[in-house]
């Protein structure tokens, strides 16, 4: 018998609340084995970025030529990608025939306000990078980012995912987290058939740090466990909601969200 197993491509967060860290902590307590592929360090802690190293682009490549040749993937996820080169590698390997199912968390900008992609890289990440995924998993400021719209009501939502959609991924999750004024979340997934929506109570926290990568990291797992995308996501909304109701402080500024079995 062998593990289901995941590869999480994405940057570093020394202070282990988000990136790989939150990524390869949520495979294990889902019961996924992770592997990972670095694109960049940084130097944070929860009051913000402090520094970021890009890895060579060598580095990346034989870092993802590694797992996929030996211990391969039931599903990959892709989260801090840095620059246009670095998208350009992952999506060579994922035009790759075999390659599995990916989910693409287009992180561009930490919630501390630092930036995590470079803004010219966005023209790279829908060309060459969203035709390959599974699923996008944009959070409100990135999809109107990515598509020049604002997402004010409901219509303009589904405009802006269709949108999304229309550059080749095979589904999108549009977060509702960032949305301010109202006491509920609406995240709404969209695979260009019906539009699936997941409601939850808003939780007063502070402590959110990581939240995105932790909620598509708990996709790509159930998706590796083989479960089919609309459950993967319900499930893992279930997940990162009491990640957010448990979460508290680790520093002096925004807590991560809470990792335990
Ligand atoms: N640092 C890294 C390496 C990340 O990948 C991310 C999110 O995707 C963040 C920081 C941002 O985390 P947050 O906005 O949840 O604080």
Known sequence: M???????IAGSDSGGGAGIQADLKTFQELDVYGTSAITALTAQNTLGVQGVYPASPEALKAQISS????IGADAVKTGMLFDEERIKIVADFASKEDFPPLIVDPVMIATSGDQLLEEKAEKAL???????AALITPNIPEAE???GKKAGTLQTRKEIMRDLISFGAEAVLLK???EEGTDWITDILYDGAAFHYYHVPKLDTPHTHGTGCTYSAAITAYMAKGKALHD???SSKAFIHLALSEARSA????GPVYHAA
Do not use: C, N, Q
């Open 2 to 8: 062998s593990y289901v197993k995941a590869l999480t």
């Open 67 to 70: 797992v996929m040749s030996d």
């Open 126 to 132: 829908i060309k060459k990078l969203f035709p390959h």
């Open 145 to 147: 980012a990515l598509t």
């Open 176 to 178: 509702g987290g960032h």
């Open 232 to 234: 993967a996501v319900y």
């Open 251 to 254: 520093g002096e500024g925004a």
